[in-house]
């Protein structure tokens, strides 16, 4: 069944400002979130990020803290993402229901269950997800009925490939319809074909994966990201991505304070 998604869709909605930005090519930046709070989210929202990831697979956040999160994160025109802790449709079901501007899934081996998390992420006729909260369409600024409408091909739906069986299923998990892009998790991956993490980045092995994933993408036309850890590499990646996550608030408040205690005792 061919239909429109976010990769194609013609569906225009100002709030929705990383689906905004990835398809204008202007490169938008993200980044993790993992401390559940009102306030965390809107301090970041505030620091010119694109799109934040709410982190329910690592980070601490369960539903109440999911749900306050993305409607303090769209309240200040930035795009939430949710990354869940899996692919079951009543959990992904939950964090759609947040209003969310897109979903992570972690993990993701074979097109089997990537076309799963599509089926689950897509109303009727092309998915099976369940219409019956009021909050997806507040999140996007619609009515109900306008958002019935444009949520299938509005929503990004990522995918993470970050284990060997991933990496050798990449072709097919990427021409699963309704696959917006498929996103790097350096670590994972590192630990799935390495042993270990993180990666130092020049390793055959993980240079092939990384190479292999990418040319996956564009044969079948979608989007790539990746998490990186700071600005610099964020701007080198911007030649082989459309969009990367910089790191996340847990790590960024340590670093920070870490370099500036080491000036201080210097």
């Given at each position: 069944m061919s239909y429109p998604t976010a990769l194609t869709t013609s569906i225009e909605n100002s709030r929705l400002r990383l689906l905004n930005k990835i398809k204008a090519g202007e490169f938008p930046l993200m980044t993790f979130m993992a401390i559940p709070s009102i306030r965390q989210a809107q301090i970041v929202a505030l620091t010119g990020v694109d799109g934040i990831i709410i982190d329910c697979e690592h980070g601490h956040i369960g539903d109440d803290a999911m749900h306050n999160s993305v409607a303090a994160i769209s309240a200040l025109g930035v795009s939430p993402v949710i990354r869940i802790r899996g692919p079951a449709h009543d959990i992904l079901k939950r964090a759609l229901d947040t209003g969310a501007h897109g979903i992570m899934v972690p993990q993701i081996n074979n097109a089997e269950e990537a076309a799963q998390i599509v089926a689950s992420s897509k109303f009727p006729p092309q998915g099976v997800r369940g219409q019956g909260s009021a909050f997806p369409a507040i999140g996007h600024g619609l009515t109900t009925p306008e958002y019935m409408k444009s949520a299938n091909e509005t929503i990004i739906t990522m995918i993470q490939i970050e284990t060997r069986a991933g990496v050798e299923n990449v072709e097919a998990i990427c021409a699963v319809p309704g696959v917006d892009l498929v996103f790097i998790g350096p670590n994972d991956l590192a630990q799935s074909l390495l042993g270990y993490t993180p990666a130092r980045g020049d390793e055959p092995?993980?240079?092939?994966?990384?190479?292999?994933?990418?040319?996956?993408?564009?044969?079948?036309?979608?989007?790539?990201?990746?998490?990186?850890?700071?600005?610099?590499?964020?701007?080198?990646?911007?030649?082989?991505?459309?969009?990367?996550?910089?790191?996340?608030?847990?790590?960024?408040?340590?670093?920070?304070?870490?370099?500036?205690?080491?000036?201080?005792?210097?």
């Open positions: 092995e993980f240079v092939a994966a990384i190479d292999k994933i990418i040319a996956a993408a564009r044969k079948a036309g979608k989007w790539a990201g990746r998490m990186v850890n700071n600005g610099t590499a964020a701007k080198e990646a911007r030649e082989r991505y459309d969009t990367v996550a910089i790191t996340g608030d847990t790590k960024a408040i340590q670093n920070w304070y870490m370099a500036e205690f080491d000036i201080a005792r210097s």
